[in-house]
């Protein structure tokens, strides 16, 4: 450290040359992220607010007041009445909350065991390996949706839970919640939904008139639900948000500290201190933008999807991997030839896609940042590196 500090000018310039060699969003070559740049709203909000703890919320009981608000308000979106929860850091520590939950509830199994697809986020892997669970994956068939004779013959006496991703981290694809919710009927397993991505996608495809399988609350069976506000939300990063039906469930599995400035109270997040900024954001955000605002931002982001797949289709040497049912596009090769020298050419005209070898297709993500101009400038260089590669 140094003795004496520099001046704030001086330190604005430094910082401004060392966070020169990151992307920006506004570039366009972020093509393979699920984050986007927040909300210039939200991100005034955030600021102002920065301090709040919702660690210990006794002290901050306003700001305690506005996440329960603003979880009910999401909690109605997704087809839930009186849904409780609560911001998390993202996608992965929610599905670390919800695995611990399934565990909980099940002391009687010695050996626990979670029936979930094999194309479900990694923060599953990580939550088996933390909380000591077996995972059971369920096959694809080849259109990459869920093959649910493979999921059902997976189910035992040691299932305390099941998985099923609405928006998948590969292809945004949404897996056949009711019908999973069927194979589960009266057995004591717990049912979460992964919509990290999807949760701020879906409600507003299906308010575009756009035919959605369902997947949300409005399937009995579904327990609990993870939705990310800091992926399609446009919320600050990290806002990631856990949303549960029965109350009972935090009365018997959440967690005390007794000791807190402002009181004691049960939680079932993992961290201690925790933003309220962040959740400030969001509310604020959401009655900004209200229902039209968000599904505006949808349908901009489908118009471009569709833009990139009729693009991707006319093109000789790739093919998409699946027709798209949100605003993520899977491209492979036609001749089956491997993703990654594809992958690895588009990256020397600096392309960050994200690359899935499990499924041999790369994938890219059209968020709000991504324009038509930009898709444009990636097809040019796409159709280039397929002759590169004779793909065609
Ligand atoms: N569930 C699903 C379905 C996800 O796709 C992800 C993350 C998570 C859970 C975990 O969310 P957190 O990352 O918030 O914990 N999916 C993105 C992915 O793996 C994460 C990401 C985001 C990766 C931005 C790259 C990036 O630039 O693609």
């Known amino acids: 450290m140094l003795d004496e500090g520099l001046n704030k000018q001086e330190i604005r310039r430094i910082l401004e040359e060392k966070l020169s060699p990151d992307?920006?969003?506004?570039?366009?070559?972020?093509?393979?992220?699920?984050?986007?740049?927040a909300h210039k709203f939200a991100k005034s909000i955030y600021c102002k607010y920065v301090s709040k703890n919702l660690g210990d919320p006794g002290l901050f009981p306003g700001t305690q007041k506005l996440e329960d608000e603003v979880v009910a308000e999401i909690g109605?979106?997704?087809n839930g009445i009186d849904?409780?929860?609560?911001?998390?850091t993202g996608g992965s520590e929610a599905n670390l909350i919800a695995m611990r939950i399934a565990k909980k509830l099940r002391p009687d199994i010695k050996d626990p065991?979670?029936?979930?697809?094999v194309s479900a986020h990694m923060s599953f892997d990580k939550a088996a390996d933390l909380l000591d669970i077996k995972l059971r994956k369920a096959k694809l068939n080849d259109d990459f949706e869920l093959d649910l004779n493979h999921f059902e013959s997976l189910l035992n006496e040691n299932t305390c839970g099941v998985v099923g991703v609405a928006g998948t981290t590969s292809l945004g694809l949404v897996d056949p919640i009711e019908e999973i919710g069927k194979l589960i009927k009266g057995k004591d397993i717990f049912f979460h939904v992964d919509a990290a991505f999807g949760g701020f996608v879906l409600p507003f495809l299906d308010k575009l008139g756009k035919q959605v399988r369902k997947w949300d609350f409005s399937v009995e069976e579904v327990d609990s639900i993870t939705a990310?506000?800091?992926k399609m939300g446009m919320g600050i990063i990290p806002s990631g948000g856990y949303f549960l039906r029965n109350e009972a469930i935090i009365q018997k599995t959440g967690f005390e500290i007794p000791y807190l400035a402002g009181g004691n109270f049960k939680h079932l997040h993992i961290v201690g201190t925790r933003p309220g900024g962040t959740v400030i954001a969001f509310w604020a955000l959401m009655q900004y933008?209200?229902?039209?605002?968000?599904?505006?931002?949808?349908?901009?982001?489908?118009?471009?999807?569709?833009?990139?797949?009729?693009?991707?289709?006319?093109?000789?040497?790739?093919?998409?991997?699946?027709?798209?049912?949100m605003n993520v596009v899977g491209i492979t090769t036609e001749n089956g030839q491997s993703i990654c020298e594809l992958d690895e050419e588009l990256r020397k005209s600096e392309w960050m896609l994200?690359?899935?070898?499990?499924?041999?297709?790369?994938r890219v993500v059209v968020m709000p940042h991504v324009t038509e101009a930009h898709?444009?400038?990636?097809?040019?260089?796409l159709k280039k590196v397929c002759k590169k590669l004779k793909l065609v």
């Open 23 to 37: 992307y920006s969003y506004d570039s366009g070559f972020i093509l393979g992220s699920m984050c986007t740049d």
């Open 76 to 78: 109605e979106l997704f």
């Open 83 to 88: 849904i409780l929860g609560s911001f998390t």
């Open 113 to 117: 065991e979670v029936v979930l697809p």
């Open 228 to 230: 990310d506000p800091h």
């Open 289 to 325: 933008l209200g229902n039209q605002g968000f599904s505006k931002v949808v349908k901009k982001c489908m118009k471009n999807t569709e833009f990139l797949a009729a693009n991707v289709r006319n093109i000789d040497g790739v093919k998409l991997a699946a027709e798209p049912t």
């Open 354 to 362: 994200g690359k899935f070898t499990e499924f041999n297709l790369v």
């Open 375 to 381: 898709i444009s400038r990636f097809i040019k260089d």
